[in-house]
């Protein structure tokens, strides 16, 4: 079910992130917070969830897990760090509507449980479910290629493909 992490070609090590939600896809310039429409954290995407679990879309170690919940910062094997940021404001929901099922420190594979989170409080206390995945140390990496799909099915579609 989970597709293949890495391939190697010429030295060179591309990572394949696979989508950690089920749901609409949307460039960043589509978030309507400018911290993320204007890549501040970084280049990536995001995805409009339509169900309520995010799973690991690499395989690598757990960098931070946000006290409140919130957001989940990955390292995968190829050195590219990605924020996976539930929501829009909802750090200020300080933790209510998220179980968190990893720590720091974990390592993690793709398809592997991070986040379940009640969308209902989501969309009735903070700005959006939007879902930002960002590549924050995209400076160090080289190209950064963005699916074309419109609909992504997590642990399936391949989202992003980042060489180092």
């Known amino acids: 079910?989970?597709?293949?992490?890495?391939?190697?070609t010429d030295n060179n090590t591309k990572l394949f992130l696979i989508a950690p939600l089920d749901g609409e896809v949307l460039s960043l310039e589509e978030v309507p917070d400018p911290v993320f429409a204007e890549k501040m954290m970084g280049d990536g995407m995001a995805i409009k969830p339509s169900g309520s679990t995010v799973y690991s879309p690499i395989q690598g170690k757990v960098m931070q897990?946000?006290?409140?919940?919130?957001?989940?910062?990955?390292?995968?094997?190829?050195?590219?760090?990605?924020?996976?940021?539930?929501?829009?404001e909802t750090v200020n929901l300080k933790g209510e509507g998220f179980e968190v099922f990893v720590k720091e420190g974990d390592s993690v594979k793709v398809g592997d449980k991070l986040v379940q989170f009640d969308k209902q409080i989501i969309e009735q206390k903070?700005?959006?479910?939007?879902?930002?995945?960002?590549?924050?140390?995209?400076?160090?990496?080289?190209?950064?290629k963005k699916t074309e799909k419109k609909q992504v099915v997590a642990g399936q579609d391949e989202v992003m493909v980042v060489d180092k």
Do not use: R, Y
Request: aromatic share 6%; charged share 15%; glycine share 8%.
């Open 1 to 8: 079910m989970f597709k293949k992490l890495f391939s190697k």
């Open 126 to 144: 903070a700005a959006s479910t939007i879902t930002p995945i960002i590549i924050t140390n995209t400076a160090d990496m080289g190209e950064i």
């Open 65 to 88: 897990v946000f006290p409140t919940k919130h957001a989940i910062g990955l390292q995968a094997e190829n050195g590219a760090e990605i924020l996976i940021h539930i929501g829009l």
